[in-house]
Every structure is written in structure tokens, then in C-alpha cells.
Nanobody
Framework: QVQLVESGGGLVQAGGSLRLSCAASGSIFSINAMGWYRQAPGKQRELVAAITPSGRTKYADSVKDRFTISRLNTKNTVYLQMNSLKPEDSAVYYC?????????WGQGTQVTVSS
């Protein structure tokens, strides 16, 4: 069984920064892509950023140049450094990991950016 546990969410003022972490544990041989998604109230879940095992990344246009995704393969962990946060970044952020052809999700962590 695989578990993803996120941490690092919270309340921050506009222009501030937060760093999210997500650690995968359980029966894991290797992890393919890892990513962060977010879902705001009344909106669909959207991809924020993703990273391959080799470090190739992609970002949503709305977060380019402000957010940075990284991963530490030896610890099965993915991070999301979020800078210059805006109120519209407020959402529940979910970690995802592709393992053995299946997609796994964390429980989500709330990020709230006040104006």
C-alpha cells in the first residue's frame, strides 16, 4: 500500500512564500512522474506542476516563474516552492505520484493567500 503525505500549507499574505512537501511511503519500487495539483472552491482540479524522475518539469502558465517543483528520489519526496503568492493561488493542493502504472494522491493541504 502506498501513502502520500503532504505538509507545508497554511495562511500567508500576498507576495509571501510557502514550501509544500510530499513524502511517499509503502510498497514502492520506483516512482515515475510526481506532481502538484490544486482545487479551489467551485473549480476543477488543475495541474500546477509536474516533474519526471530525471528532473524534467512542466508548469501551469499561471505559476511559471513563481513556483518551482523539485524532487528527492532517494527519499521519494517532491517539493513545491511557491513565491510571490497571489490570492488566486488559494486552494487545496494535492500531491500525486505515478507508481507502477497507478496514480496515487495525497489528502491535500490548504493554502490560503490573503490580500
Amino acid at each position: 500500500q502506498v501513502q502520500l503525505v503532504e505538509s507545508g500549507g497554511g495562511l500567508v499574505q500576498a507576495g509571501g512564500s510557502l514550501r509544500l512537501s510530499c513524502a511517499a511511503s509503502g510498497s514502492i519500487f520506483s516512482i515515475n512522474a510526481m506532481g502538484w495539483y490544486r482545487q479551489a472552491p467551485g473549480k476543477q482540479r488543475e495541474l500546477v506542476a509536474a516533474i519526471t524522475p530525471s528532473g524534467r518539469t512542466k508548469y501551469a502558465d499561471s505559476v511559471k516563474d513563481r513556483f518551482t517543483i523539485s524532487r528527492l528520489n532517494t527519499k521519494n519526496t517532491v517539493y513545491l516552492q511557491m513565491n510571490s503568492l497571489k490570492p488566486e493561488d488559494s486552494a487545496v493542493y494535492y500531491c500525486s505520484a505515478e507508481i507502477g502504472g497507478d496514480d496515487y494522491w495525497g489528502q491535500g493541504t490548504q493554502v490560503t493567500v490573503s490580500s
